[in-house]
């Protein structure tokens, strides 16, 4: 991998044959884990400028117009998060001379209170090539990490590394977006809540038409509108990957985004009751969707023993061949019916953005005996196409090495570009889940790539429930994959097995037997990372957040001694501890398992409010927690760490002064904390430690976070003024 400084520049031809699709890594970390930012490209023409609306690509229109650049979203790293941006290289208009690629910081935060500010580009293999660290980025909030564009019809790549001490704002203006100002965001604001009540009686008729235009860009005097500065993502909405379109005639009824469910700023211009001409309305953010709705329509069944038709249906399924034959077929055919979602599971692996295809069961040679893949995917773009072999696994069975090791040899004498395997475990950095050889002797290269179920059922929650899709039928079609796969007797339901190692190692923390450096604890640690990592991707889905597992390890220490150290932690003090970091939340949402005790603990830290008498700031806090639990722990926490007066919500509810500090010292915050009996057994059964986990996250969510979130210090919404830079 070449490593580059500032201002260089290299052919990427040069590094690579496989470059006419590659993957941009944006990452960085922080001493909290906490720091983050949002990633953007700008596709710019020979003259420096945006061409139009579509050139803007950011996190609230997460693919460009023609589909030649796609944000990924974040993937947990070793220090800390990369975000991921895929370039279809070959599917860029030639009028596009150059990709600027950048992110953004908001709220006043720079990009000097990160560390490890870096850019990393891998070729269509999953290769990495090349790598540049930006030093000392200082009092920025915005900075570009690199550029990709043409010299004689070849694509380079240049380290950038500029800063913009004005932000966003300034880096878009820079390029030629014109970017509304506060007051004219404030104005737009004030006539959408002027026209309230005439809108009122317009969202009790028929569902809107939910397609809407992209409007994040503008290219200046090229005659489009001017757009709208966002500001930084929220909970609330998280725009479609994809334009919208009517629901065609005779499609399945679903819920559709309606007037009366989607707020007033995102209704369709159209929709709106206008009073008079004010003159030309500045394009919005809000991109129209269509999802399904979270509440059901009443059913038309008798009782309760009548079952829906379902798409997929899986009563029927007895054996794991049957399992792994049917949810291969039903996973492929939704990628190829549904372009968003077919999309947005290759895109990652190098795939081009073009026309899919699927097939299950093909049989291709290989010595004496064919071999039968699960299934493969192709994609083609311009007339080239692009291949992978799909390996499926469903329940608890695991892949096989020789199995995917003859995928990847058949790959490379055919010259296909990649193998994937889709199972129920989880792919950790540094833990492969199978051990192929590579042949470095062959010119072609194979990308091995793994996708858990977890992961496949998150991405169409993402999809039907929070960013939407291009029409009505492929909503329901998503819904009826979703219901497919959370169904018990499909066999994709995620991670379910902590090892062989989990009684061993709960015995050895019981007879206090387990010593430090035992190779048994370093295993329970990796399946208690799948497991977390497997609880963000299910809580993530719910809430339409970017949910991450916390990182926090010494600066430049590899997965391999991060695990090291927690083993041994582990065997020291016989707990396991993870951090979630939830989109919108003041502080991490901590998980830590006693194996000593059998109790789950599950809290966030609350920053006191800077205003008001500190018996106030404790009541505010008691209102917030009006539905939680009795048996919530609240803790005092106090400025230099000292312990501070706690209790629970059941005690403290008549008696709040009881959470003052005696000795009058400054309030910093508010723990707040559930314990609960965690199962014994290392599967998902009822009982089971894996079911309990998740269970207790999802609780502690709903009935304590979901209330702070709702009524506490919130990150603005899109299509709100921008935060002064």
């Known amino acids: 991998m070449r490593t580059m400084v500032k201002g260089a520049n290299v052919g990427l031809s040069a590094l690579s044959e496989d470059v006419g699709s590659v993957v941009v890594s944006l990452g960085w970390s922080s001493a909290t884990g906490e720091g983050d930012a949002d990633v953007s490209v700008l596709l710019l023409d020979e003259n420096g400028k945006v061409r139009d609306d579509a050139d803007f690509c950011f996190y609230n229109t997460p693919v460009a117009g023609d589909g030649s650049v796609q944000l990924l979203g974040k993937t947990p790293s070793t220090d800390g998060d990369e975000d991921r941006i895929s370039f279809d290289l070959d599917a860029v208009p030639q009028a596009v001379d150059r990709l600027v690629i950048a992110a953004s910081r908001y709220r006043g935060a720079r990009f000097g209170e990160l560390d490890d500010l870096r850019v990393t580009l891998a070729d269509s293999a999953g290769e990495a090539l090349l790598s540049f660290s930006v030093e000392e980025a200082g009092e920025v909030s915005a900075l570009v990490f690199g550029e990709l564009y043409r010299r004689s019809g070849a694509w380079k790549f240049r380290a950038v590394g500029q800063g913009y001490a004005s932000g966003l704002a300034g880096l878009a203006g820079d390029f030629g977006v014109d970017i509304d100002d506060d007051a004219a965001a404030a104005e737009a604001e004030a006539e959408d809540s002027a026209a309230g009540d005439r809108t009122a009686a317009l969202e009790s008729k028929e569902p809107v038409e939910t397609a809407g235009r992209d409007t994040e860009a503008d290219g200046g005097a090229r005659g489009a509108a001017g757009v709208a500065l966002p500001a930084p993502r929220s909970a609330t909405a998280t725009p479609s990957a994809a334009g919208t379109a009517a629901p065609e005639a005779g499609a399945p009824a679903v819920g559709v985004a309606t007037a009366a469910s989607a707020p007033r700023s995102a209704l369709p211009d159209a929709a709106r009751p206008v009073a008079a001409a004010p003159g030309p309305r500045r394009p919005r953010t809000a991109r129209k969707k269509v999802t399904i709705q979270r509440v059901a329509k009443k059913s038309l069944a008798e009782n309760d023993a009548w079952q829906p038709a379902r798409l997929f249906p899986v009563p029927a399924l007895r054996t794991d061949r049957e399992r792994e034959t049917r949810a291969t077929s039903v996973v492929l055919a939704v990628m190829a019916q549904v372009p968003e979602f077919g999309r947005r599971l290759t895109a990652g692996f190098g795939a081009p953005a073009g026309r899919m295809e699927t097939f299950t069961e093909v049989s291709l040679p290989h010595g004496d005996t064919p071999r039968r893949p699960d299934g493969v995917i192709r994609v083609e773009r311009a007339g080239k196409l692009w291949t992978a072999l799909v390996e499926t696994k469903t329940n608890g069975n695991p892949l096989k090495d020789d199995q995917v090791q003859a995928y990847m040899d058949i790959a490379a004498r055919r010259g296909y570009e990649a193998v994937i395997t889709l199972s129920n475990d989880v792919a950790l950095e540094g833990s492969p889940l199978v051990a192929v050889r590579v042949d470095g002797r062959r010119k072609h290269k194979v990308a091995l790539w793994h996708l858990s179920w977890a992961d496949v059922a998150h991405q169409a929650q993402m999809l039907i ?5 291009g029409n009505a039928a492929h909503a329901w079609i998503l819904a009826e994959l979703l219901q497919y796969l959370q169904h018990e007797n499909s066999g994709c339901h995620g991670f379910q097995n902590m090892g062989a190692s989990w009684v061993p190692v709960r015995k050895g923390i019981d007879d206090e037997t387990l010593c430090v450096g035992d190779p048994r604890a370093v295993q329970v640690i990796e399946s208690w990372e799948r497991l977390v990592r497997q609880v963000c991707l299910g809580l993530g889905g719910e809430l339409g957040q970017k949910v991450l597992p916390l990182q926090r390890s010494r600066r430049g220490a590899g997965p391999t001694v991060r695990r090291t150290e927690q083993a ?12 979630l970091r939830i989109e919108g939340m003041p502080g991490a949402l901590t998980l830590s398992a006693d194996l000593r005790t059998g109790k789950l603990r599950t809290s966030v830290d609350v920053p006191s409010a800077e205003q008001g008498y500190p018996l106030s700031r404790i009541k505010r806090l008691l209102r917030q927690l009006e539905a939680a639990p009795a048996d919530l722990h609240i803790e005092t ?3 230099g760490d000292a312990p501070g007066p706690r209790g629970t919500l059941e005690r403290l509810r008549p008696e709040p002064a009881d959470l003052l500090p005696r000795d009058g010292a400054q309030i910093a915050g508010f723990r ?20 309990s986990v998740d269970g207790a996250v999802h609780r502690f969510h709903t009935t304590v976070v979901a209330h702070l979130d709702a009524k506490g210090p919130r990150r603005g919404r899109t299509g709100d003024a921008p935060p002064a830079e």
């Not at 429930?465 to 899709?469: A, D, K, M, S």
């Not at 609960?676 to 079911?691: H, L, P, Q, V």
């Open 465 to 469: 429930r929070h960013e939407g899709v």
């Open 568 to 579: 041994d932690q582990l065997c020291a003090q016989g707990r396991l501890e993870a951090g």
């Open 637 to 639: 926490l106090l400025e």
């Open 672 to 691: 707040l904390s559930l314990l609960k009996g965690m199962g014994s057994g290392r599967g998902s059964a009822e009982t089971g430690f894996i079911r």
